[in-house]
């Protein structure tokens, strides 16, 4: 979340940034700094109490031993007021902080200055554009009828078993998913990156440290019995390793890289786009995550668009880079990049990764600090990218790469498949 103190430093800023996201926080920065004013006068007036009471018991002791017990006994019953003014101060206190707490968490983050301001992805740049159009052959198919045809992707028995938007991968299809995720952590891991492999359910406390509570409740799927969420992301177990921790001025940058099945309800998703693997339920993705100290993390994520770019390259596939504009970008974003393939069978762009620099954002609801050069106490930045998701890179493969009667393998897979083509 937002600190408090950019919100008292400068709260025009911090509306007129929001604005770009299409929020109008003034109402919200308004209580929020009429909040922290009643907070540092309840604090006064309390410092103010105890020195009474201080003085009070002081008194108290003098009289008494003096004999004085009339007076000693009238003493003790203004201490007495004094300290339950003083806990109805600190219960006013606590309900007056739960409730900043309450508004500051829904402060989306401001955008960085390269952010421009837009209603939704049709406003979105484009600032870069790769790979090869691939040559498709005549009655080229889309990748739900490549899945029937060579019996890879079991779309309707996923509905048998679970329901729509969770597929059942068989046979070669089944092994191109392996593949493709161990590719990817072995991409990752020659670059620097340490892989974990989290747990697939969260805590509260870890929806809370990312972001995704108290926003996204709709779009998770939640397990009530025990009070755990599904993870939409790896995002989320991973960046959490750091709640609560302090790091040294030494220990960056911090770099680690995970596999996990996600799960997302995507409630209110409806429409032409939702067919065969372009948006499920069920899907897996490989992330990256790193920490970083505030004046080292844009030069972190030009390195990881970089590093998503590379990996790209490395399938042979059309993409492009885009540049979120406000009305498209996350809750807790401060700038974020898209990579999309070029399906030429749909005739449509997929989105296949987001990398993003959240800057304090998360790292102040995670307590995530660090101590600097001086000694003194600071918060990190956060920055995660999907390295990469597999639905869409599996539907561009399969439509991009299809030949007559067969569908080619990229040589980049080959050794992890164990094969060169699905025929």
């Known amino acids: 979340m937002l600190t408090l103190k950019a919100l008292r430093e400068d709260p025009e800023k911090v509306i007129a ?62 201490v007495a007021a004094l300290k339950e003014r003083s806990n109805a101060l600190l219960a006013e206190a606590e309900d007056n902080n739960k409730e900043l707490q309450n508004q500051l968490v829904l402060l989306p983050n401001m955008p960085c200055d390269l952010v421009i301001p837009g209603k939704g992805a049709e406003d979105n740049q484009v600032v870069k554009m790769g790979g090869i159009d691939p040559v498709l052959p005549e009655g080229a198919l889309p ?15 996923g509905v048998k078993l679970t329901g729509a938007g ?12 392996r593949a493709l995720i161990n590719y990817f952590l072995d991409f990752n891991t020659a670059a620097g990156y340490r892989e974990v492999e989290p747990p697939v359910m969260v805590n509260a406390a870890s929806g809370f440290g990312t972001g995704q509570l108290p926003d996204k409740e709709a779009q998770m799927y939640y397990v009530g019995l025990d009070d755990f969420y599904l ?15 302090i790091l040294q001025n030494g220990d960056f940058p911090q770099k680690l890289t995970a596999y996990t099945p996600c799960f997302r309800r995507e409630a209110g998703s409806y429409g032409k786009d939702v067919r065969g693997l372009n948006r499920l339920h069920q899907f897996d993705k490989v992330e990256i995550v790193r920490i970083e ?22 399938l042979g596939l059309r ?17 974020t990049y898209d990579f999309e393939l070029w399906s030429a069978a749909q005739g449509r762009w997929l989105e296949i990764s987001s990398v993003s620099n959240f800057e304090s954002y998360q790292a102040n609801r995670l307590h995530c600090r660090y101590k600097d050069e001086s000694g003194k106490m600071q918060i990190c930045h956060t920055l995660n990218g999907s390295s990469l998701a597999l639905p869409r890179v599996v539907a561009a493969l399969l439509e991009d790469n299809q030949k007559d009667g067969y569908i080619e393998i990229p040589e980049v897979l080959r050794p992890y498949t164990g094969f060169d083509r699905i025929d």
């Open 17 to 78: 940034k929001l604005v770009v996201k299409n929020f109008d926080a003034r109402a919200i920065v308004e209580k929020v700094i009429a909040l922290d004013d009643h907070r540092k006068a309840l604090q006064q007036e309390s410092d103010a109490l105890l020195g009474e009471q201080k003085k009070k018991a002081a008194e108290i002791g003098g009289l008494m031993k003096e004999g004085r017990r009339e007076e000693a006994e009238e003493a003790k019953k203004a």
């Open 293 to 314: 100290r505030p004046e080292d993390s844009y030069a972190a994520l030009d390195e990881m668009v970089a590093h998503v770019e590379r990996l790209v390259n490395s």
């Open 166 to 177: 969770f597929p059942v991968y068989k046979g070669k299809g089944a092994k191109l998913q």
């Open 319 to 335: 993409y492009r880079i885009l540049r979120l504009c406000g009305g498209d970008m996350s809750f807790t974003s401060a700038i």
């Open 143 to 157: 990748h739900w009828d490549l899945a029937r045809k060579y019996d890879i992707i079991d779309f309707d028995l």
């Open 231 to 245: 993870v939409p992301t790896a995002e989320v177990p991973v960046t959490n390793i750091y709640r609560d921790v």
